[in-house]
């Protein structure tokens, strides 16, 4: 296989595993998908090495190692289940290396496949949900609605402006723990903690607390840490701005 080739297939299987890492796939996900990758256009020995923050992947002995580095990630299920079809296509030899590279650059121009005012609207749905589920009472149902879509349009505007992840989620729980707060003072809600718990479920990272679990499962011990802390850290910003309000009033 000529070195140009070569090149191509490893730029192919970093890509596919950029766009994954980026939007929420596990760590063995990752590896598994570049591995298969590399495995359809010939090369059987790739390997690669998948943090939170970069991806190291190596052919061979000789080919020079390449590094991609990870400095943001979201959850975007659909991008990943987009680079996983591509995968199997490819796999089936149903695409040559230069249809699966264009495709993948494809997928990773996709925007969200959720609108934002819909993510609001369905974060907001589910804050008065959540209350429910919490033993909440109905009367409560609109004040959590309304405090769970404040908190949840305002972490998605704060992240937008200040690219510190954690910083948002502070600032959204800080909203919803005011809103709430003012809404029970004006006699619209009665429960407060229970507004302030349903409205800040939406931004509990879920996903991230699933995923440092499997890796660990995995073996990805490294992985599984990392992502663990970083569920930690939020789950901490989240009860800052909680703890922020209820020191103010």
């Not at 943001?72 to 030899?93: F, H, M, P, Q, W």
């Not at 972490?155 to 600032?171: D, G, P, R, S």
């Not at 660990?216 to 309000?245: N, R, Y």
């Amino acid at each position: 296989m000529q070195m140009t080739q070569t090149h191509e297939i490893m730029d192919v299987c970093l890509l596919a595993g950029k766009i994954m890492l980026e939007n929420g796939a596990e760590t063995y996900r990752v590896e598994d998908t570049m591995a298969r990758l590399a495995a359809s256009y010939g090369i059987n020995d790739a390997q690669s090495y998948v943090t939170p923050t970069g991806i190291i992947f190596s052919v061979d002995g000789l080919t020079p190692t390449k590094l991609i580095r990870i400095s943001e990630r979201t959850n975007n299920l659909d991008k990943v289940a987009t680079v996983n079809s591509i995968s199997r296509k490819a796999s089936e030899g149903c695409l040559s290396i230069k249809e699966a590279s264009r495709e993948l650059k494809g997928a990773e121009k996709l925007g969200h496949a959720t609108p934002i005012p819909l993510q609001i609207a369905a974060a907001a749905i589910a804050s008065g949900c959540f209350l429910i589920m919490f033993q909440g009472g109905w009367g409560d149902f609109i004040p959590a609605f309304i405090s769970g879509g404040l908190g949840f349009a305002g972490m998605i505007y704060f992240h937008h402006f200040v690219k510190i992840k954690f910083f948002a989620e502070l600032l959204a729980s800080f909203i919803i723990g005011l809103t709430a707060f003012l809404m029970v003072s004006i006699g619209i809600g009665s429960e407060l903690d229970k507004i302030i718990i349903g409205s800040v479920m939406p931004l509990v990272p879920g996903v991230v607390i699933t995923n440092a679990v499997r890796d660990l499962m995995a073996g990805h011990l490294v992985s599984g840490l990392s992502k663990g802390a970083e569920a930690l850290i939020t789950a901490f910003a989240i009860g800052t701005g909680i703890a922020v309000v209820f020191a103010i009033y």
